[in-house]
């Protein structure tokens, strides 16, 4: 089965200038995350989706981020304007069903998106 | 919890060796785990994962520890590969899935 596709693998930008990384889940995923993961650490949930609704959003900068998957499918993960401190991998994820407590499904990951921010 | 480090914690083993990773986690309500291995350059990749009603759950060469009572997980991979190498995760998941900050695994030759 093909995996979690992510693009694009890296991108470097100025501070303030934009960027959107797109991610196209497993089919039939119904639940989609994106994860953002400082160098050295651990990732972190920005924002999880249950088909096109947004499930948690706790963690997103949202004067910053934005995120949509209009369709229930593909997302996108904008950042405007960019600081320093977003340097990082942005790391898309999927899963059959919602991710909550015992009945939590296990995440599949992309690749991820690097991200420079000079 | 999550912990914020610059630095990794390091645990380096002999090929053929049994390695042992360690994980403490902070949320009692948690009854979820999994433990991830990330290679450079790659997302996390599911290893094994274990239920709160267990205290121990074995795969293909890895085995998954919980010990509830003072909140720590453990995997032990047995007879290490230098295709072990890499970063490994334990995340814990009570309504959601945080991932505690990993320790890198170098396989010596």
């Known amino acids: 089965e093909a995996g979690v596709a992510q693009s694009p693998r890296y991108k470097i930008i100025e501070k303030r200038q934009s960027v959107a990384f797109w991610c196209n889940p497993i089919?039939?995923?119904?639940?989609l995350y994106w994860y953002q993961q400082i160098l050295g650490q651990g990732p972190k949930l920005l924002i999880q989706?249950?088909?096109?609704?947004?499930?948690?959003d706790s963690q997103l900068p949202k004067d910053r981020f934005s995120a949509e998957r209009l369709k229930g499918v593909d997302s996108t993960l904008k950042i405007q304007p960019a600081k320093l401190e977003d340097s990082a991998v942005y790391l898309c994820a999927s899963s059959l069903g919602a991710s909550s407590g015992a009945g939590a499904n296990v995440l599949t990951f992309g690749a991820g998106s690097r991200l420079t921010v000079l | 919890g999550e912990s914020v480090g610059l630095h990794l914690p390091t645990l380096s083993v002999q090929e053929g060796d049994n390695s042992i990773i360690n994980c403490a986690y902070s949320n009692s309500a948690s009854d979820y785990f999994i433990w991830y291995k990330q290679e450079s350059g790659k997302g996390p990749q599911f290893i094994i994962d274990?239920?709160?009603?267990?205290d121990k759950r074995q795969g293909q060469r890895v085995t998954v520890l919980l010990n509830k009572t003072v909140k720590h997980l453990s995997l032990q991979i047995a007879a290490t590969q230098p295709g072990d190498s890499a970063v490994y995760f334990c995340?814990?998941?009570?309504?959601?899935?945080?991932f505690g900050s990993g320790t890198r695994l170098l396989v010596r030759p």
């Open positions: 089919s039939g995923h119904a639940t």
């Open positions: 989706f249950q088909n096109n609704g947004v499930v948690d």
């Open positions: 274990i239920r709160s009603n267990m």
């Open positions: 995340a814990e998941a009570s309504y959601k899935l945080i």
